[in-house]
């Protein structure tokens, strides 16, 4: 809110419908002759790669593709961009709370004087620790499988699968998280609050392209068809240990880009997965006339077969001024998952 | 069973007193004058990184060492080293049973008419899945923390944290797997089945450091200090689409290295991790007069501070013949796990 | 199976289609003029009570009816109808498994360190249990709401509730657990397996209205519209302390009641709700040629509106042969459960 | 808050060294020569049971003491005092969460297409509702067990059992709700809301025996040994549905009885049971200087032996004015569970 008065007035007035046109010349500009696999400029990647496929955009990840990403790794350093998760930790409300539990334990062990080992073979009294977890598939730092949402009456997600056919009792029997391959990629920082010289992005911020256009200028960054783009808000300087400051957290939670950028990013410079530091991604709430209360998923997930990262951790890359880098991520192997959660992805320099 | 009649008899005999100070002398030629931070031949890790230490040998990684595993990895190939895990997965007995529970999806928000979402502001009526977990911390493909396993009365783990101590209810706090660094080393498979000329090991068989040194020589592989060593039984041949098969696999799963083979692998070969594609690394049972019925992971876990990894499908390292390659791994960063798990680690070439 | 060659084969005999309408006769007889709320002889109960009705032909109880089964309790003696759940439990393997788990416990508290309680407000050192439980709503000891089974595509229960308008996320809408008012009525048992003169009825053991007939005589009892019928099986004999035996207690649970039975109890006797000592009151496979694979619970809840009674231990009623009782019952109160679970219901006399 | 003007000042003046004294010759007259087993005025119950006892007080109930209660059931009334539980209901914090999940639903079973029913023996497509319950045992309408509070270094409860040897990984070992027998006594409700003229007790009102026995004039009722003691605050007049109204719930939740009154109900009255309207019974925070942050608790469960019942709906019996009845409950019988929940206690009349 204290930062509104530096907001960049003039960027704004880019926002016609005149500018998407001038932009598409520079960028073509900026990314010269990269060819990638289904990506169309002005159109992004869509329902393209079969009719069974549950991949989407990943499908571009190619030997060469991930083998010039790791060339950008020559120094060994690794950032890690997950959170920690607790019981504490702050999440979305629509999902289910979590809990880990202390399953068995040393003293239960022995006071639960069961077979399981016996204490002849056992002298030196080994026990073991194990947690059952209650918890989530959409919490902590996540990747948003292409299942995660449905839109109309025939709820249907990407590429047309539809509910009364694969959305089973165990999840999804389309697009789970086991379909989501490992990603190795060039990853960007685009550091939106640095562009706009605040430390977090104030309540409700829409990211407009032009935000997208001043932090590549400020950077020095170009970004490629294929890439990763790390959107930065700020709002996980206020992660802490856990996350349990939900007041904070859910204040600065809501800034995010809008459904103009997402298509920006993917009709114009070829985005392969968009993530942030936030719990969704977009801005919340979406704007007057929107046609879904959260359009940017919507268009990505659904009629693009883009995935979503959320919940990044981008505070050290932002510090060191790391805007280009490996991008490594692979999500938990859950049947029926529709999200990677409790993630680490690695920026590797 | 069936196959023990091809065990290479002669690498049996090499399991006398005197082995070990014959193959130190080996192992010393092979590995050069490689430095690493902590290690020392013939003794290992240990407790050596001070009194508040939950990282254990991973401490031994450095910008350097995982620049060098990196150029490893020069062909954009990736191999995905995690099992799908589903509710009929094959586990550990010890751990508890898991769900993955369909809790918010498209009809059921639909019925439950409630107002997360208003119905004027969501004209293509988006809708979201979203799952409930019922897991444990230590199911499919794992990364053992140091806490997972305590020895003694006072029930200590890794560096003397004890029960008492550091034992709460919503997992233990010291050495859980927040505190387990992302892991980017050079990775060794070493191929004990097709060593022994078999399919899959037979169960029960437990790895000699002979067979270790059948692997080296027939895959013309060294170790060097600091690496990951993969062992492959060939369990997980039977896993199929989410390991359902409890009798195939829980036949051979009881396949695994022997007290000495670690100590080899830690001792004289400077293991910094040692996993392999059974759900418990080593032989099951112990031999006869172990002074724990998992002496493996108490000498690993508890006195070494070498992390375990279990349950990583090596079939398609081996098929391609794959023997060297950079190692990564990032743990799920969950408060209090005493386990990665549902892990996808990957091997970069 | 070695029981059925006791099996008292002219009963059989009675099943015939002119079976019933010389029984309708006799029955009359035995019911004399007994008035109840709703039902028919000859029809039972069904869709009468309102279109919103989610209670069933429990709304035939009134304070007379109730005050009049308590008379049945003059010596103060309770019967404790409930029996153990543990995680070990036998179940119908279309629920979830269970688990109980310490969630808070002395140790875990102090180790936590947590700021819950002040320990200079608590010099005893007062700390507390607390289990977090894992478990399905239709284990154990059961009272199967009215809203537990569907038929048909629209997928409709008792009354006509459709999934699509009523199947929520958190449960059922409509004829959930808390709907079902607190039971008190006239008990009966019928002990068939002692009418058939065997411990226990052998696997797939259909019991027929002759030997509902059979046991009646053989008791002396008569029965009343608005009964609680309590059908012995002689399975739960095998339970023991928690009903670990998974294979005795598979091997006779599978005896139960036909469809002929549950209709000439409800049609013909006007029982208000039966209930079993296994965990599908009916017999299982279902006889071939049935328009459904549990065609009794399809008739009872769906179609008649009558609750459905499981894992009852009758075995103390036995032994006592205490055949007419006040039988009392109160589901637990959760929002959305489909069953009441766990249960103790009471037999006073 | 606002109520505390009506507060019946002298009442506090009899809360001096001498009260009990005088008040004990009272209630001795009150209560004539009724004999009950265990019980002895000035002391109450104890550790009398014999050392494996693990039922407390409840073993004074005979086959003649549930016989009288159940003969002040002549109208067949029923009361129900359960209260509905839901995911958003009000619980103490020191609980888990709970969630109410739809298992296995008619469309997922579809979607599934798994072979659990065979389609060609199911033409009518029966198909069924299961929910999976992640829930606590302390939630909702309680009778806390007598493991539930452990005092002292050696972390003891009630007959002196200890968490080493009896505090398991699945619950406790001893005391725990299977061990609960049920209970049918003679209840009695203090309405002493209606007592001190206010439609509920104020925020941290703490119920002394002056209250009580104002109660007990207002309603011309006399206490007995034996009796299951219900105690009206009306903080349940503001459940509603499904307790979500936590602010309102959390205020008036904080009112319940002091120490003394515990003692006084115990050891003059004989209540073998004492319940209230509330979530924990007793008035929070204890008063200054008491020896636990829960001073009755301790005192009811660990060292008396009486079990607590919490959350119980009071407001149709005191609408009604229903002060002397038939109570009867039966907790859930799950093993290690130290509390029976979402209960429906009865009371008949």
Not at 27 to 51: L, P, S, T
Not at 197 to 214: Q, R, T
Request: hydrophobic fraction near 40%; charged fraction near 20%.
């Amino acid at each position: 809110m204290r930062a509104s008065s530096k907001l960049f007035i003039p960027a704004i007035l880019f926002l016609s419908a005149g500018w998407f046109a001038g932009l598409h010349f520079a960028a073509g500009q900026n990314e010269g002759a990269a060819a990638i696999k289904g990506w169309k400029r002005g159109v992004g990647w869509g329902w393209i790669w079969g009719r069974d496929d549950e991949v989407g955009s990943l499908n571009a990840m190619t030997d060469q593709s991930r083998a010039g990403s790791l060339k950008l790794a020559t120094q060994g350093k690794v950032y890690d961009l997950g959170i920690s998760y607790s019981r504490r930790s702050y999440k979305w409300p629509g999902h289910s709370p979590g809990e880990i539990i202390s399953f068995r334990s040393p003293g239960g062990i022995g006071a639960q004087k069961e077979a399981v080992v016996d204490a002849k073979l056992n002298p030196s009294r080994t026990r073991w620790h194990s947690n059952a977890l209650f918890i989530n598939d959409s919490v902590a730092t996540q990747i948003d499988g292409l299942g995660h949402i449905t839109a109309g009456d025939d709820q249907h997600w990407y590429n047309g699968f539809k509910e009364a056919d694969w959305g089973g009792d165990f999840g999804i029997l389309k697009c789970d998280t086991v379909s989501i391959p490992p990603i190795v990629a060039r990853g960007v920082l685009l550091d939106i609050a640095a562009a706009r010289n605040v430390d977090e992005l104030p309540a409700h911020y829409g990211i407009s392209p032009a935000d997208v256009d001043a932090a590549l200028m400020r950077q020095n960054t170009k970004l490629q068809p294929g890439d990763v783009v790390l959107i930065r808000t700020g709002t996980l300087r206020h992660w802490g240990s856990d996350g349990d400051n939900h007041a904070k957290l859910g204040e600065h939670d809501s800034a995010g880009i809008t459904l103009d950028t997402a298509k920006y990013l993917v009709e114009q410079h070829g985005a392969m997965l968009i993530a942030s530091d936030t719990s969704g991604l977009e801005v919340n709430p979406a704007p007057a006339g929107s046609d879904s209360f959260i359009p940017v998923h919507k268009y990505l997930l659904v009629e693009q077969g883009v995935h979503i990262g959320e919940f990044h951790y981008l505070e050290d890359l932002a510090r060191d001024k790391i805007y280009e880098f490996c991008y490594v991520c692979a999500v938990n192997k859950i049947s029926g998952a529709v999200a990677g959660f409790t993630l680490r992805p690695l920026a590797l320099k």
